[in-house]
């Protein structure tokens, strides 16, 4: 199972930053692959961004690529999504996820992802 935690706060301005976290409360063994998605209000989830927890290989949007970064934190079980440039296009709702058993052609799909945490909202506005 995830948990979402959301550090720097749930409301910010265009421009502005945000790092959200999530950790895991079991063991994550190195090929299982964490993700974080989006759902705006009236619109479908999406893929935000993704990591292999043992490579470190990351996936990106390209509606982030270069304004969001992932990373994790073996040793606290907990994956991060470091975000900057902040659009208002970016609110939404993100949501971890982990797949035990990845394939590359699912990386974006939510389907593939076994474990989900309970979501945090992002809002930005001016």
């Known amino acids: 199972r995830c948990s979402c935690r959301r550090l720097g706060g749930g409301l910010v301005q265009p421009g502005d930053g945000l790092r959200l976290s999530c950790t895991a409360s079991g063991r994550i063994g190195s090929n299982w692959r964490l993700g974080w998605f989006r759902q705006a209000p009236g619109k479908e989830r999406e893929f935000v961004s993704a990591?292999?927890?043992?490579?470190?290989?990351?996936y990106y949007a390209d509606s982030v690529r270069g304004r969001f970064t992932i990373s994790r934190d073996n040793a606290e079980n907990t994956v991060y999504l470091q975000m900057s440039g902040l659009k208002p296009e970016d609110t939404a709702v993100y949501y971890c996820?982990?797949?035990?058993?990845?394939?590359?052609?699912?990386?974006?799909?939510?389907?593939?992802?076994?474990?989900w945490g309970q979501g945090t909202l992002v809002t930005v506005s001016s």
């Open positions: 996820a982990a797949d035990p058993d990845p394939i590359l052609s699912t990386t974006h799909r939510p389907t593939a992802y076994n474990y």
């Open positions: 990591i292999i927890w043992g490579s470190r290989h990351t």
